[in-house]
DNA sequence: GCCAACTAGTTTCGACTCCAAATCACCTCT
DNA sequence: AGAGGTGATTTGGAGTCGAAACTAGTTGGC
């Protein structure tokens, strides 16, 4: 058993594990009619604060061009899972929340019940796979260009003072729930 | 910070490098013309063993049905990537083959470069990691009905005898490669 | 030996994703 | 006001996907 073996063995499992949540997502998908894409876009609505809720954060997030976000979101409002309003302030964006059966539905399909009881037999070690794949994650977002996708506890942008905490891009306050969403202009701290 | 936070916690992380992975699966394989599947199909029928070289196995590794699994490898039999030969004992039984195309065009998208640095800069962490993916895995696999897909090394129906090491399903003896392969008889052990 | 049941794999069909490119609507900067 | 930029959508073509029908080879019962 060479060290350099580990690294390939690593992924190897990561990969493995990867395909198995896409199975899952397919079969609990599949008795809705819907695909793995429509349930990876309500767990990312559901989890994205209010600078990250529209389309072309869903398109980021997954990594697919705006145009096949914005036909997959269609699917999602036809179906009343997700709304939408239109940005008072910006007549081009486009708002999107889940709706109380999209809420529903996510419950019921996301996290898969088979992932959560898996990771809650790890007991404590919990913990210490978050904070592995963390740095994996980290390091993956560091060389591939893309957004990072974080909660505001783990940004750059993030400041507080007198008066609380805020996000120093926007110089918005932000509260407690509001920071522990993901946001699409989350910067991981140079040296994290 | 409740202890109850972690696991949804952990599976997040997961879920998110799960996405990241596919994003860069699909910017790898559109670089050349093939989907996610495709590639995801080379890199299993890369690692498998002399029982799990056939169309069904990728569908149960993939979780996809055997008829998508058919039309994808097909798309790889088509670009030589994969080779196809029956088998002898059994004429119903396809055996596919990386071609030598399949193999240079599989190193060079997975792991993606940036999965491998990362995971690479973990150092000695990295087997902890896979440790706990392993257990998160079994776990999975456990409760979710489906194949295990590991290594004759982690299985049950694998035995050392005088003559060397071999399977107890089919009493066939193994050489140290073989039993690195991923197989579709693994077995998880009942205490793992 | 022989036929039914089974299994591996393929094909067909309709629904839908996905990309690329064009388009529309709105915003911003000069 | 005009030019360029940006968010979102639409269109068209390629191709995945599941379901179900289908082909072909194997196994088991009698």
Known sequence: ?????????????LERLSNLLRAQEREGGAEVGLHPVHLQALWFLGRANRYSDTPASVADYLGITRGAAS??????????????????????????SLSDAGRALLARELPPRVFENAIAALGSDAETLNRLLVQVL????RHSGGRSFGICGSCSHFTVDASGTRCGLTGEPLSPPEAELLCREHEDPVNG
Do not use: K, N
């Open 1 to 13: 058993m060479i060290d350099d073996s580990l690294t390939p063995r690593a992924f190897e499992t």
């Open 71 to 96: 036909t997959s979101i269609r699917v999602l409002r036809e179906r009343d899972l997700v709304h939408e309003r239109r940005d008072p302030d910006d007549g081009r964006v486009s708002r999107l």
């Open 138 to 141: 980290r390091g993956v977002q």
